[in-house]
């Protein structure tokens, strides 16, 4: 258990929808990242915050958004949802700067099913 | 632009024999590689990193070498075990800039008892 929640596991929904994805990072961990998983692809970065500022933004469409809450939660919002969006979504947190070595830790991923 | 590859996309291995996962990459300015594992259904987990500045890095089973010039890393397995049946990721971390790792697309690596 990496201690990354991400909710909900398993997402199914038709074209042109609107849905959002949630993360808790480890307790004590600052950095919030996203990446995309599609199909036989290595993982892709979408966007990171940090303490609730956006710190990174990676291949993120403009139909997606993301945000960072006080309570360090993070949420990604995928919206005019096309079939090409389908993928395993994983949100990562890392432990507060420091040792900058790169490790982050996963949350289990919310697999995303547009039809 | 992938910048992190991995040309395999899968291996199989005997057990108690050796695997060897290869990577490569682009970019000179990474500064830290990792060494990614994952298990169906699960999120990926750290296995083993190296610093740009070492050449190798063991960890019990697990070594990774670094190859600079030929901006090349590979990760060894010896032995090899049922349970390391996985995905395996490599990841490079940029010296500069956020903190995101940029990952290659992995390989299966299947041991057969």
């Known amino acids: 258990d990496s201690g990354v929640t991400q909710t909900p596991k398993h997402l199914i929904t038709a074209t042109g929808q609107r849905v959002t994805l949630r993360c808790s990072p480890r307790?004590?961990?600052?950095?919030v990242y996203w990446y995309q998983q599609s199909l036989d692809q290595g993982l892709q970065f979408l966007i990171q915050y940090y303490n609730g500022e956006e710190r990174a933004k990676g291949n993120i469409l403009e139909r997606f958004s993301a945000q960072q809450f006080p309570d360090l939660h993070s949420e990604l919002n995928l919206s005019s949802l096309e079939l090409g969006d389908s993928a395993l979504y994983f949100c990562a947190s890392s432990v507060p700067s420091g040792a900058n070595t790169g490790e982050l830790f996963f949350g289990e991923g919310s697999r995303l099913t547009v039809l | 632009d992938q910048q992190v590859k991995q040309n395999s996309p899968s291996l199989s291995v005997q057990e108690g024999r050796i695997s060897i996962l290869n990577c490569d990459y682009t970019?000179?300015?990474?500064?830290?590689f990792l060494w990614y594992k994952k298990y169906p259904a699960e999120g990926p987990t750290f296995l083993i990193s190296?610093?740009?500045?070492?050449d190798k890095n063991e960890d019990g089973r697990f070594t990774v070498f670094l190859n600079k010039s030929a901006k090349h890393l590979s990760l060894h397995i010896v032995p090899s075990q049922p349970g390391d049946s996985a995905v395996y990721f490599c990841a490079a971390h940029p010296k500069t800039g956020a903190n995101n790792l940029f990952f290659g697309t992995g390989t299966r690596l299947t041991v057969i008892p």
């Open positions: 190296i610093s740009s500045i070492k």
């Open positions: 970019n000179s300015m990474f500064d830290y």
């Open positions: 307790s004590g961990d600052l950095s």
